[in-house]
């Protein structure tokens, strides 16, 4: 039997993916966490093939748990699906051993495929996201600004591009103003800018946000 931990914050889309999968993969059990709590209490009180990880999740995003995770389970493979484009995290997912990324807009065809690839001990790289790494090693220019961020700053930045203010963000990532506007005062010192207008259009051509 092969277990696997369904993380999203949208009931429908657990429902819906679990009810696919036990579908569509023999001998397959699924169960679900709706957020970074659940999952942490799911992967240690039972045993996971795998877990299906959301970047967008209440409280601490996927992202940010990946690595707990990795660190109190580090032979879990844990395959992120994410409404994200690749560009905007996966190579960030990859760095933090995930065994692949897979955007929401995929056929269901790519995840099946990336869920068998997980489940053996691959990783899943998408022709998209295979093309974009290939360029980017390519590149003999310096490592672009954002890449100096952490990964809550990156959080952050993405979010002030968007159009959030701090206490916007400090509500949804359940984090006080004080500490989103020190990730804020890290991404100006960082990256050399002084304004939020610099950091949306930067966001804007480095393509970091939908």
Request: charged share 25%.
């Amino acid at each position: 039997m092969t277990r696997i931990l369904i993380a999203d914050d949208h009931a429908i889309v657990r429902r819906g993916l679990r009810a696919f999968l036990e579908s569509e993969l023999p001998s397959t059990e699924c169960g679900e966490a709706g957020d970074s709590q659940q999952i942490l209490l799911q992967i240690r009180r039972e045993h996971w093939d795998l877990l299906i990880l959301d970047i967008t999740m209440p409280g601490r995003s996927g992202l940010d748990i990946l690595k707990d995770i990795k660190l109190e389970c580090p032979g879990l493979p844990i395959l992120v699906l994410s409404v994200h484009s690749e560009g905007e995290f996966g190579e960030r997912v990859l760095r933090a051993k995930a065994s692949g990324y897979v955007s929401k807009e995929s056929p269901l065809e790519e995840l099946i495929k990336a869920i068998r690839k997980a489940l053996v001990g691959g990783t899943y790289v998408s022709p998209t996201l295979a093309e974009k790494l290939a360029i980017d090693l390519g590149k003999h220019t310096k490592q672009p600004l954002h890449e100096r961020l952490s990964d809550r700053e990156f959080e952050v930045l993405r979010m002030i591009a968007s159009g959030k203010t701090v206490s916007q963000i400090a509500e949804e990532l359940h984090l006080s103003v004080h500490t989103v506007s020190t990730h804020r005062a890290h991404i100006l010192e960082k990256t050399s800018m002084t304004t939020n207008a610099e950091l949306v259009r930067y966001a804007i051509e480095h393509h970091l946000i939908d």
